[in-house]
């Protein structure tokens, strides 16, 4: 993997992630996780896939910040 941050690469050796990247999976319970997969939704029903992109990405922070869930795609919603 020469040139490629060994910090980016995944766990399986492949050092690209495949886009779209899934939703990220929300916590149960938690007030905001909701908010932000509500904002989600409210972004694809008004068809603004930038707003969209925004709120899984904030839920992505969101996650590793309050719930210590690992940083990545491994933590998404089945399609």
């Known amino acids: 993997m020469s040139g490629v941050d060994p910090r980016l690469a ?3 050796g492949d050092p ?6 899934r939703a990220p999976e929300p ?3 938690c007030p905001e996780c909701d908010r932000l997969v509500c904002a989600e939704k409210r972004a694809d029903r008004r068809a ?3 707003r969209a992109t925004d709120e899984r990405v904030r839920l992505r922070a969101h996650l ?3 719930h210590r869930v690992p940083a990545g795609p491994q933590a998404v919603r089945g399609t």
């Open 16 to 21: 690209f992630v495949s886009f779209p990247l």
């Open 48 to 50: 603004d896939p930038s």
């Open 10 to 12: 995944r766990q399986d």
């Open 27 to 29: 916590v149960p319970g």
């Open 64 to 66: 590793v910040a309050a």
